[in-house]
């Protein structure tokens, strides 16, 4: 018997949001036809598609889409240099493409890199005066965004469904994050046949970044029952169906039903918000522009957990039961949390990647400094001290 509903307040009002138009199943792609034709008819003639350079057309979405924006004689330009932890830069160079060319709206195709940058872009269409890098160091507020739709190509971040977006401004080291309600997807499409063809590898980081995403979510103060209802489903369907699609990733309904469990930890993580992984991971990929964000997360979880559980204890039992039938105290918990790793193969530590005990006093420092990571360490469980983040870090090691 869990007892995490004690943790609640019934007299406390929570924020509890569900707001883009999600498109999900197999097929979906074909929906981006009727969004076209709503697009057209309110005067929506032009948009810039901000992409990757493979996935948007070795996935098939691209066919579709471009025959969409061509019967409804819709014009496009596509920005299709987005790179795995999206910079201001290349974010400030879409911005410049897409006002030239008259840019309406904004559709992605991709994960969360592509999205993430095309949120950003379509906020600075409104601010033509400002920068990538004045928006994620906070020198303005938006409130504005021209539409977006997000067409997602992985089961990870969630950012279809939500108002985050990430971006790194490189001469400073700093990956902040954003929130914005102008920025939430008005559509998005969650197809699992245009997942089918991620790698073993890629399939496992996504999904890993969703169960931190409801980790933390689940766990913050400012979490609520709905968060904890979605995190622990969200464990539950990538504990049952990412060894499955590692097994076979033509497994569409393994696909399936990743793809669920990241579209809804991203609507759990939009109301409960992240803490203590996703602020030390940013730091680990600012440094290092090429490693993976949701291998960084794998690492520092176990450390996250050990520091968190005895704050959440009865949450951690009962979210983290489908991968970790032990979770009775805080080395049990974060022990097995390692082992549920292992069994996906991702058994890495930070020294695997690169990193050393010599790094530990600057990503602790990054943390603390980065533009917004403060916010998220201020709703973390327990109190997130410098001393308290560099253990993370070197039981990370």
Request: aromatic share 10%; net charge negative; glycine share 6%.
């Amino acid at each position: 018997m869990y007892e995490w509903e004690k943790d609640f307040n019934v007299n406390e009002v929570r924020e509890i949001r569900t707001r883009t138009c999600v498109y999900f199943g197999c097929g979906a792609i074909q929906k981006i036809n009727d969004i076209a034709k709503t697009y057209a008819a309110r005067g929506i003639d032009k948009v810039i598609v901000m992409s990757g350079k493979n996935a948007y057309k070795s996935t098939g979405a691209w066919d579709v889409v471009e025959k969409a924006l061509k019967n409804n004689n819709i014009g496009y330009v596509n920005y299709d240099k987005v790179t795995p932890n999206p910079t201001t830069d290349a974010i400030d160079e879409a911005s410049k493409i897409a006002r030239e060319f008259g840019a309406k709206a904004v559709i992605t195709i991709g994960g969360g890199s592509p999205t993430d940058a095309g949120k950003s872009v379509a906020i600075l269409l409104k601010y033509p005066n400002e920068t990538g890098s004045n928006l994620y160091e906070f020198k303005f507020t938006p409130t504005e965004a021209v539409p977006i739709v997000a067409i997602n190509l992985t089961h990870g971040t969630g950012s279809e469904t939500n108002r985050f977006a990430v971006a790194t401004i490189l001469d400073k080291n700093y990956k902040p994050a954003i929130a914005y309600d102008c920025i939430y997807p008005e559509y998005a499409i969650d197809d699992p046949d245009l997942m089918v063809g991620l790698s073993p590898k890629q399939t496992r980081y996504v999904s890993i970044d969703a169960v931190n995403h409801v980790v933390e979510a689940a766990t913050s103060i400012v979490a609520s029952p709905y968060t904890i209802t979605l995190a622990r489903e969200t464990i539950a369907l990538v504990g049952k169906y990412l060894p499955m699609a590692i097994a076979n990733p033509a497994d569409k309904k393994a696909r399936y039903y990743l793809c669920y469990a990241a579209m809804i930890a991203g609507v759990c993580f939009d109301n409960g918000l992240l803490h203590y992984t996703h602020a030390l991971e940013h730091p680990l990929s600012a440094m290092k522009p090429d490693f993976s964000h949701g291998l960084g997360l794998a690492i520092l979880l176990p450390a996250v957990i050990r520091n968190i559980y005895k704050a959440k204890a009865d949450t951690l039992k009962y979210i983290l039961e489908p991968i970790v039938k032990d979770a009775s105290d805080t080395e049990k918990a974060a022990a097995g949390v390692y082992e549920w790793l292992k069994s996906v193969d991702v058994p890495n530590k930070l020294t695997d990647e690169g990193f050393s005990d010599a790094d530990v006093d600057k990503l602790t420092e990054l943390a603390f400094t980065t533009p917004s990571l403060d916010g998220l360490l201020g709703i973390a469980p327990t109190k997130a001290t410098k001393e308290a983040v560099a253990a993370i870090y070197r039981e990370s090691l």
